[in-house]
Each structure stands twice: as C-alpha cells, then as structure tokens.
T-cell receptor, first 115, second 110 residues
Framework: GAVVSQHPSWVICKSGTSVKIECRSL??????MFWYRQFPKQSLMLMATSNEGSKATYEQGVEKDKFLINHASLTLSTLTVTSAHPEDSSFYICSATDRGQGEQYFGPGTRLTVT | GENVEQHPSTLSVQEGDSAVIKCTYS??????FPWYKQELGKRPQLIID?????GEKKDQRIAVTLNKTAKHFSLHITETQPEDSAVYFCAASPGNQFYFGTGTSLTVIP
C-alpha cells in the first residue's frame, strides 16, 4: 500500500525557536496533503490542507503565520512551527491522498515537545 | 464547517460480543465516511469506508451503516477479539478535507 513518512519522529526544542517537520509520500504522488494535530487521548484536529504548488488552506483558528506549510512537490510537504511555545507541544500527523476524495494515508506522526 | 460527534468515548466488551460506535455529522454536503483504527503510538489505519450512495457496507467482521436523512453513521464490529482493542475514529468528508470524530477507546476483555 501507499506509504507516507514523516521526519523527525520526535523533536525537543526551546521556546522561541522554529521547528520544521517533513511529510513525504514515498511511492505515489500526493495531490493533496493534510496536517493534523492530536493531543493525548484526543481526536485528530485538521490544521490545514495543502495542494502542490499553491497556498495552504488553513482551518478556522489555526494561525497561518505560526504554522507555515509548504507543499513544494507532489511528494513533499513541510510544516514549520515558528517561535514555538510550550502550548505548541503536541503530536503532529500528516496525511496524503492521490485523488480528490479517496483514502488518506497517514504518516507515523511527529512528537513535538517545546521546553 | 463540518462538525462530527462520536459516541461513546469509551467502550468495553467481552471477547466475542459485538461493539457499536455511532457518529453524527452536520454538513449535508459530506458524502464520504471513513473509519480509522489507531493503536497507541501508531498512525491511524483505514478499516472501512462508505459513500453516501450506499446505506450499508460489510467487510468480514466489520460493517458500517449510513443514514443520510438523519446524518448519522455507525460502525459495527462482531465477534470482537482482543486485537480489536484500539481507538476508533469516524470521519466525514464534504470535499477533500476530512473532519474527525472525537474517538472511541474500545477495550475487548478476553
């Protein structure tokens, strides 16, 4: 089946620094990639939808200047958490699809801890 | 936007019994409803999905029903096994975005 990877799997950073998370589709071209945030024992909250070569569409309440998303190619999307604060600590998961409304393939997630 | 509610939040069943998880959605434009299973520390995995032109779909021990009029859909797991223990999420998709329910932690007691 389709494989999506994320890097890094976990990261610890200091308040005020920026962190970049990569999401790659390994064996298919992802027309659309999604970024989710998941708190412990809670659901996946959609943060933004990104299409290759265009600006990401952010969900209401998600700060686009804080969570920078770049979808540079059909196999790579990046999420940069800028000026991170402890409240940004969370599990970030990306997913990708190769068609308009089909199965989403999830990455393994990135655990971000901001100290 | 779409709002998906899911019940119950936790569910314990004896091995061999059935488990039912229910979801409601708000956006009548939603026409695709996948269910995901997420084991602790792992990524969500699609277990079954249904589109709005179908009322029921079954895959071995798992079935999903959809009532478009009432805007609710349900996951049914029969003959539960300990390995079914996980968190299950429903989702509704009005376009190409997915909106997830709050999750149900299922425990199957041997």
């Amino acid at each position: 089946g389709a494989v999506v990877s994320q890097h890094p799997s976990w990261v610890i950073c200091k308040s005020g620094t920026s962190v970049k998370i990569e999401c790659r589709s390994l064996d298919f071209q992802a027309t659309t990639m999604f970024w989710y945030r998941q708190f412990p024992k809670q659901s996946l909250m959609l943060m933004a939808t990104s299409n290759e070569g265009s600006k990401a569409t952010y969900e209401q309440g998600v700060e686009k200047d804080k969570f920078l998303i770049n979808h540079a190619s059909l196999t790579l999307s990046t999420l940069t958490v800028t000026s991170a604060h402890p409240e940004d600590s969370s599990f970030y998961i990306c997913s990708a699809t190769d068609r308009g409304q089909g199965e989403q393939y999830f990455g393994p997630g990135t655990r971000l801890t901001v100290t | 936007g779409e709002n998906v509610e899911q019940h119950p939040s936790t569910l314990s069943v004896q091995e061999g019994d059935s488990a039912v998880i229910k979801c409601t959605y708000s956006d009548s434009a939603s026409n695709y409803f996948p269910w995901y299973k997420q084991e602790l520390g792992k990524r969500p995995q699609l277990i079954i999905d249904i589109r709005s032109n179908v009322g029921e779909k079954k895959d071995q021990r798992i079935a999903v029903t959809l009532n478009k009029t009432a805007k609710h859909f349900s996951l049914h797991i029969t003959e539960t096994q300990p390995e079914d223990s996980a968190v299950y999420f429903c989702a509704a998709s009005p376009g190409n975005q997915f909106y997830f329910g709050t999750g149900t932690s299922l425990t199957v007691i041997p």
